[in-house]
């Protein structure tokens, strides 16, 4: 199976720049060993269960409530049957079709 995850972290009390704490966040995850792809507006990462997914959520979220009062998260879940490895194959699928489609 294959737990695609996207999802976003952090206070809502700590002002306008909230990078340090959502670098302790990213140092969670990093740490977990679970692959991941950084970007922007939030973090990728996939998991082989969804329990998996969910205790990595939970992990990211203590390292912010000793200190933070207010705590933002967004989640959105891709859940497949039979699948694994989809956070770089779905990206490269697209990538492969779009260079099909413009090239011709």
């Known amino acids: 199976?294959?737990?695609?995850?996207?999802?976003?972290?952090?206070?809502?009390?700590?002002?306008?720049?909230?990078?340090?704490?959502?670098a302790r966040v990213l140092t969670?995850?990093?740490t977990s060993g679970i692959v991941y792809q950084l970007t922007?507006?939030?973090?990728?990462?996939?998991?082989?269960?969804?329990?998996?997914?969910?205790?990595l959520i939970q992990d990211c979220y203590k390292t912010l409530e000793p200190d933070c009062n207010r705590v933002y998260a967004t989640v959105k879940f891709d859940i497949r049957k039979g699948s694994t490895g989809r956070i770089k194959s779905k990206v490269e699928s697209l990538k492969e079709k779009a260079n099909k489609q413009f090239t011709t």
């Not at 996207?6 to 340090?20: L, R």
């Not at 922007?40 to 205790?55: H, L, N």
Request: glycine share 4%; no cysteine; charged share 25%.
């Open 1 to 22: 199976m294959s737990v695609l995850v996207e999802f976003a972290m952090f206070p809502t009390d700590k002002g306008e720049s909230v990078s340090p704490y959502v």
């Open 28 to 30: 969670k995850i990093d």
């Open 40 to 55: 922007p507006m939030g973090t990728i990462f996939e998991t082989q269960t969804m329990e998996e997914a969910v205790r």
